[in-house]
């Protein structure tokens, strides 16, 4: 029986780097999506989804807002007595050594892994927007006998992470050759992954004591020929968030009907910890299009092609167009802004103007 009988590992802080701007005070795992999700959330509700009742965060560093977030884990059903949700420590070594890569950091976590009773384990990145179904990755796994099995989606490979992989296939699905060049049309990496646990432990200890510190090298270019490694496509939305210009599409996107249905659906929800407030209002000469506005805002100017978070106020005669404005953001009255992210609490001042040919991330 595969349900019941997987574990999660979710790394939190993989490839922070590539948004330094937006993970200076928070993990790439808490970084807002869409309105009112966090990134973590496709993560945990992927797992949840698939019936996984056991799951480890690793997290590294300015990990308080995700702890937060997560809480007891309540909103992926995850506030267990047994198994639930774990927020794993980041250290490598009984000297609080700090892990560089994510073989060290499961190095670091090998107790817990030894500890686990699951046959399975699926490691997932927390930069990826993709509902997947993890149930059908897991019955795919054990179809194929697959010692190793990679999600992987079709088209141009993202550029931002320098380990991203992507993957030549025979004609059952076996992954034949790994390369980690860019490439335009490709069969690429989301960074999700099937391993029996025991042999995820086997391979780490293997590879730490060999000196080594990627996951992807260590188990893709050196054991490709020793393992079968299938890969699983993704057929669905999905968006690898390794830029500032990528985060913004990959809101946007959200604008787009067929996006919103595949990434949000009701088969598979993605959860998140909710916050109550109250409903967003709407002024009398307020003009709304194409936009999603969370709950607590208030619009008394005009707004498109836009996501806004919680508690955005958009004052009279502003103007947002092609924006993310995050959590409490405030555009005062007759200021205009385009292209732009505004991080939490960013406010515009009266009859500003930024209007940007590029994305532009403005901090507080």
């Not at 807002?65 to 250290?91: A, C, E, F, Q």
């Not at 946007?252 to 409903?279: A, G, H, Q, W």
Request: aromatic residues 8%; charged residues 25%; contains cysteine.
């Amino acid at each position: 029986m595969i349900i019941g009988n997987t574990l999660g590992i979710v790394f939190a802080n993989a490839h922070d780097a590539l948004l330094k701007d937006m993970t200076k005070a928070s993990s790439m795992a808490a970084v807002c999506y869409g309105g009112r999700y966090r990134l973590i959330d496709f993560a945990l509700s992927n797992l949840s989804n698939a019936g996984v009742s056991k799951v480890g965060v690793i997290t590294k560093s300015n990990y308080y807002s995700l702890m937060t977030h997560i809480g007891n884990g309540k909103p992926w059903d995850l506030d267990r007595k047994k198994g639930g949700v774990n927020i794993l420590p980041p250290y490598v070594s009984p000297e609080a050594q700090v892990y560089k890569g994510r073989l060290e950091a499961i190095y670091g976590i090998l107790e817990y892994l030894q500890e686990s009773k699951e046959e399975y384990v699926v490691v997932c990145d927390s930069d990826v927007v993709a509902n997947v179904d993890i149930k059908e990755l897991l019955n795919y796994h054990v179809n194929k006998n697959a010692d190793i099995t990679i999600v992987t989606a079709h088209g141009k490979k993202p550029n931002g992470q320098n380990d991203m992989m992507h993957y030549d296939f025979n004609a059952n699905g076996k992954i034949t050759a790994v390369h980690f060049e860019p490439a335009e049309d490709c069969d690429y990496s989301l960074d999700i992954m099937v391993i029996g646990r025991q042999l995820l432990i086997d391979i780490v200890s293997e590879e730490y004591a060999a000196g080594g510190v990627s996951l992807s090298h260590g188990i893709f270019e050196k054991c490709s020929s020793k393992y079968n490694i299938y890969g699983y496509k993704h057929e669905g939305y999905s968006a690898v968030i390794d830029s500032i210009d990528s985060y913004f599409k990959a809101n946007l996107d959200l604008l787009c009907t067929d996006v919103r249905k595949d990434v949000f659906n009701k088969e598979n929800p993605i959860y998140t910890n909710s916050r109550d407030d109250m409903p967003a209002k709407y002024g009398l000469k307020s003009k709304v299009s194409n936009s999603i506005i969370a709950d607590g805002c208030i619009i008394e100017g005009t707004v498109k092609n836009s996501v806004l978070f919680r508690g955005v106020k958009v004052a009279k005669g502003a103007v947002v167009e092609n924006c993310v404005l995050m959590h409490g953001a405030e555009i005062e009255a007759d200021a205009v802004v385009k292209n732009i992210i505004a991080n939490n609490f960013v406010k515009v001042s009266e009859g500003s103007n930024i209007c940007s040919e590029t994305v532009t991330y403005i901090e507080k």
